[in-house]
């Protein structure tokens, strides 16, 4: 079958057959489809949209892309967790090990940035000699022994994901709900999990703005995930602002570290996390129900079990041993750090959390181009929460750059992304919604 004629079928509106999306995706994987088509599919696609049956085509033909994972034999349920991406979120760094100190088995395949979030993968390639494209065995290995395993894809898993996601980080098609749900799902099964927990975020920082399309998306990926046999729940959560006071992808590991050690824990943060950990759990029989599920997640993070299964983990793909005791002895550090000043006294009433994204994107932390470098130092901490009182004595967060010019210019962004007013304002609830089983 032509792509281009595949192309012009979705592009005047047309549904498209599951032999022609299997056609598209193969020579996508081959690269029989060039980059062009992709990109062209991928914009059909987002205008056009797609229907629940081309979805789960969509999905399963890119699963069939590559290899599967089988996990027998392990003495535990294989859980995952997903967040469509957000400002400030490394809450993967920390659930899976702490699900996996509960005793899951957390095979994780993250992605890479896309736009103005940040992307898993991208933090932790962060850490030095930490391997996020080890082959199977090493994987495999890796969740037997740690319990978890965070990674990127694999030459042999979904590989036709791998290429159409690069595409979409540049070309203003990341907002599509069946492009977003295949590529998710397709990883998860190829993952052979036993369980999956989305979080979908909303706001001002997701890819999902409105809380209508939010709840779209996660509809689409729990009911594809149920056709395709796995057991799916999702939680829509708030991203009106950043989900910690840290952007930029070293700084989000020492931030996870400094969270797993229990040295900080900032409540909005962590209130995700025990959500999606209880979440995760039930989901997997390791707890009786959600409230059960919270209590068995905060033991494991106030007893240090979690922070020694990270420790565990990226040892074992290659990183320090002493990773968590001396997180500045490995960690890039950008050689300029300097205030972003808050224009006027008053209190954060909201803050356009996309526009902090692209202003760490700018810095050289996101990507501008498929193949684009990142800097892991640069980015922001201390950024002031809605409801917090800036001014002389608070600014609105540290920028860390490469250059004093840089550091100026994400200040003024900063600043274009923050409303402050007089008087202060109601606090907004994080979980949203809950859809699933």
């Not at 995706?25 to 049956?53: I, Y």
């Not at 910690?244 to 931030?255: H, I, K, P, W």
Request: hydrophobic share 45%; proline share 6%.
């Amino acid at each position: 079958m032509l792509p281009q004629e595949i192309i012009r079928r979705k592009r005047d509106g047309g549904d498209l057959a599951e032999a022609e999306i299997a056609s598209f995706v193969e020579g996508v994987s081959s690269g029989a489809v060039g980059e062009g088509q992709a990109a062209a599919f991928a914009m059909a696609v987002f205008f056009r949209g797609m229907t629940p049956p081309e979805t789960v085509a969509l999905t399963r033909a890119m699963t069939r892309s590559g290899a599967t994972l089988a996990w027998d034999g392990l003495p535990g349920p294989v859980l995952d967790k997903h967040s469509t991406g957000g400002v400030g979120d490394a809450v993967s760094l920390v659930l899976a090990p702490a699900v996996a100190a509960c005793g899951g088995f957390v095979p994780m395949i993250s992605g890479r940035g896309l736009g103005h979030t940040g992307g898993t993968l991208d933090k932790l390639a962060s850490i030095p000699g930490y391997d996020t494209q080890p082959d199977n065995a090493l994987f495999r290995a890796v969740v037997a022994e740690a319990g978890c395993a965070i990674i990127g894809q694999t030459a042999d898993l979904a590989p036709a994901d791998r290429r159409l996601y690069a595409v979409r980080d540049v070309t203003a098609t990341v907002e599509s709900i069946p492009l977003i749900t295949a590529s998710i799902l397709s990883k998860k099964l190829a993952a052979g999990l036993h369980g999956l927990v989305m979080d979908v975020k909303c706001g001002s920082g997701a890819f999902m703005a409105d809380l209508s399309a939010a709840r779209a998306l996660a509809t689409s990926l729990v009911e594809v995930a149920a056709g395709a046999g796995l057991p799916t729940s999702a939680l829509l959560t708030g991203m009106d602002e950043p989900l910690a006071d840290t952007a930029g992808n070293a700084l989000e590991v020492r931030y996870a570290l400094a969270y797993l050690t229990g040295w900080r824990r900032e409540p909005r943060f962590h209130e995700v996390v025990l959500a999606l950990g209880a979440e995760m759990l039930a989901l997997g029989g390791l707890a009786a129900s959600l409230d059960e599920g919270r209590r068995r997640i905060a033991e494991v993070l106030e007893s240090g079990a979690a922070a020694e299964r990270f420790a565990r983990m990226a040892s074992a793909l290659g990183g320090p041993s002493d990773l968590m005791e001396r997180p500045d002895g490995h960690l890039a550090a950008a050689p300029v750090r300097s205030d972003a000043p808050a224009p006027r006294e008053g209190v954060v009433r909201s803050i356009d959390a996309r526009r902090v994204g692209l202003a760490v994107v700018a810095l050289g932390g996101g990507r501008t181009r498929a193949d684009g470098a990142i800097d892991p130092a640069v980015g922001l901490t201390d950024l002031a929460p809605v409801g917090a009182r800036v001014g002389r004595e608070r600014p609105l967060a540290l920028v860390h750059a490469r250059s004093p010019d840089e550091a100026q210019a994400a200040a003024v962004a900063l600043a274009a992304a923050y409303e402050i007013g007089d008087e202060p304002i109601p606090a907004r609830s994080l979980i949203l919604e809950r859809i699933g089983p």
